[in-house]
Structures are given as C-alpha cells and as structure tokens.
C-alpha cells in the first residue's frame, strides 16, 4: 500500500489565543496551511480512514473511470488514491477554497490529478467509479444535500461507490452528551487546550450541520444507492459505503 502523506504543513494553532469575537470558521489560508495537523488531530482514526480510502480506490476503480475527492482539502484522500490506483482511472479533486487548492497543486505537483478550484454543487459527475466525500457534506447545507447525492449516484457507472464520512449527531441527548465529552476528552489528548476546543466548537457553530446515522442512510437511499453499509467508525465519525448496483 502506497504510503500516506506525512503531515507537512505546521502545527495548528488557529483557535489558541482568545479570540475577542469568534469567527465563523473558513477555509482560508490560515486554515490551509495547517489543515493536516487540523484534520489530523481532530479526527479520532484519521490516517486509518485514508488507508481505508485507498482500499476503496483498489477495489472499485474501474478502468478509464474517473474518480472524484470532492471537498479534497490539501489532497490528502486525492494522493492516495492517485497512488493506489496507479493511473486505472483519472482522479478529479475539487475544492471551492483557492487556498486549499494551491496546496494541493504546490504539494502533489508530481501526480497526475485534476485539481478544481469550483463549487462541488456545480461539478458535474461524469463517468466515475468512485466518489469520495470525506468530512464534507456537514459543509453543504442540509437541503442542498439531496440533490448533491442525486447527482453522484447518476454520475456513478453500475457497480460504482460513494464512500461518506461525516461527523453525526445523535438524537439521544445522553448518548450526544457522552460523545462530546469523549470527544474532548480526545482532541485533549491530541494536545489541544480548553480554550481551543472551545472557541473552534463555536466558530463551526452553524457551519457544520450533522445529521444522524438514520438521516444519512435514509438520503443515501432516496438518492438511489441500493446498498448502505457502514465501513468505519470513531467516536463522532462515521464512514458508509454506498454502492450502485
Ligand atoms: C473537512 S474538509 C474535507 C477534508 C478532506 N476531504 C480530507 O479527506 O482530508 C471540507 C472541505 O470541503 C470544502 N468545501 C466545503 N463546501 C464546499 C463546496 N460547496 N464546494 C467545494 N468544496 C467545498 C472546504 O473548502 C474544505 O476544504
């Protein structure tokens, strides 16, 4: 297996110092050059679930397919892909923040992908065998999220996947409860203080909008996936495999 990408950009800090008013949280330059330690930190099981994309890219790239990261951030899931399936299928990376993307193509100039700096709701899917969505439908909002599914599912060649990764929610206030705290709990562990769990905690305050496991399943088959299945799972974050028979 192709080797993942070590963390190359510095150390996050963007939440460390009080900030006097909170910010909505963007993807911006400050985020961008220290979104792999971001990512990295904040995701319990964040380099397993790339391994396990790359698995995904063995076993559904079909050849002379295409296959999308959309939401592809520094091109992390874009590159292991691009290493896993060894030019079978042409990978298509989109982001609508031109900092992430100018990462992507200083960093992995040297692959051959399709870097795209457009909105994923105006990508059109043409011709894939494998559609990646890693952390990013939670950016979408909730009633844009249908009609992006639709048009994965109509772009995906028979036989082809969607393979979803999203922080959920869960509808129970107890179980939510515990989760947050384990969660911090986590992200402490990750080096992360009081107050940068905090202050990020409010600026992704209605940027971040998760469903529960019951709303995701039940969109992904509206959208017409005839099997769901859940592939991955930490703590907050959960991955569904979704496949076009
Ligand atoms: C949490 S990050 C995704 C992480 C990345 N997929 C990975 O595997 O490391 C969410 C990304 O989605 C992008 N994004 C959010 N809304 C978008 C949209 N409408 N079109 C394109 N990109 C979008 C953001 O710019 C950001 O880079």
Redesign the pocket.
């Known amino acids: 297996m192709s080797k993942i990408n070590s963390r190359e950009n510095a150390r996050d800090r963007v939440f460390a110092r009080p900030w006097s008013e909170v910010r909505a949280f963007e ?1 911006d330059d400050e985020v ?1 050059r220290v ?1 792999d330690d971001m ?1 990295g930190r904040s995701v319990p099981g ?1 380099d397993l ?2 391994r396990l ?1 790359a698995l995904h890219g063995d076993v559904f790239a079909q050849p002379g397919s295409c296959i999308y ?6 091109g ?2 874009s590159r292991i892909l691009a290493q896993q399936t060894q030019g079978r299928a042409q990978v298509i990376a ?4 031109p900092a ?1 993307i100018e990462q992507c193509r200083q960093r992995h100039a040297g692959l051959d992908i399709d870097w795209r700096c ?4 105006d ?1 059109v899917i043409e011709d894939a065998s494998l559609v ?5 439908l ?3 909002r909730p009633e844009q999220r249908l009609a992006l599914l639709q048009g994965i599912y109509r772009g995906l060649r028979p036989g082809g996947a969607l393979v979803l ?1 999203e922080k959920i929610r869960h509808d129970d206030p107890a179980l939510q409860q515990r989760m947050t705290e384990l969660y911090q709990a986590f992200k402490k562990t990750q080096g992360y203080s009081d107050l940068e769990i905090s202050q990020k905690r409010s600026a992704l305050e209605r940027v971040l909008v998760p469903d529960t496991e019951a709303e995701h399943v039940e969109r992904l088959r509206e959208a017409g996936f005839q099997t769901v299945d859940e592939c991955f799972r930490g703590l907050l974050f959960v991955s569904w495999l979704a496949v076009k028979s």
């Open positions: 993807f961008a979104f990512i964040y679930l790339l994309i990261d959309l939401g592809c951030s520094t992390l899931a989109v982001d609508n923040s992430m457009a909105d994923i709701l990508t990646v969505l890693n952390l990013t939670q950016f979408i990764t």
